[in-house]
């Protein structure tokens, strides 16, 4: 076969692969993980609902987004313990990041990790690093194959990005609202 035939397979294969509307489909479905499992978590916790992150929605972007990273780099990762370091630091990095940005765009803290051990500014801590390491781990190696399979085998194509047009304008309105609520209104339940 000729050297070019194959380049260009492979490139629409990467493009395939890294279709923006897809990409968002799965932002949201981790999103969606992670604000399931923080709802739950922080519930138990207080003895009441909470609904946790940033948005009105049943969404924490910040899963979304690093999972997305997890899954990106989970190729370079060359055995189980890479791949749970190098998720440990995505989760690390994007909480750091994301923790510092809020706090300085909203004047709030939505966790708060200074009562934990080994803990930086009490944006990060070493127990909830391993802890997104071993979920970030287990999400890359067995959920989102599992997950990839379930949605590729039950949703056309079509149907998915469809679904992610509605879902993307929901997502725009609940981050704007969200974002007016804290910014104008002092919206100031973050627990």
């Not at 079509?158 to 209104?185: G, P, W």
Request: with cysteine.
């Amino acid at each position: 076969m000729d050297r070019g035939l194959i380049h260009m397979i492979i490139l629409r294969e990467r493009q395939k692969a890294l279709d923006i509307s897809l990409l968002f489909g799965w932002f949201i479905i981790y999103s969606y993980i992670g604000w399931v499992y923080e709802t739950i978590l922080c519930s138990l916790q207080a003895g009441r609902f909470i609904n946790r992150g940033f948005l009105y929605g049943p969404l924490c972007p910040i899963y979304g987004l690093s999972v997305l990273m997890m899954i990106f780099i989970s190729e370079r990762c060359k055995n189980v313990f890479s791949l749970f370091l190098h998720c440990a630091l995505v989760a690390s990095l994007m909480e750091y990041v994301i923790s510092l940005t809020l706090e300085n765009l909203f004047g709030m803290r939505w966790w708060n990790y200074s009562d934990k051990f080994l803990n930086i500014d009490g944006r990060i801590c070493l127990g909830a690093s391993v802890l997104f390491g071993v979920c970030g781990t287990i999400i890359v190696k067995f959920l989102h194959p599992l997950l990839y399979r379930f949605i590729n085998k039950n949703i056309t194509e079509e149907m998915a990005r469809k679904l992610v047009k509605v879902v993307l304008v929901l997502f725009v309105c609940d981050v704007l609202i969200s974002t007016q609520s804290y910014l104008f209104l002092g919206k100031i339940s973050i627990e």
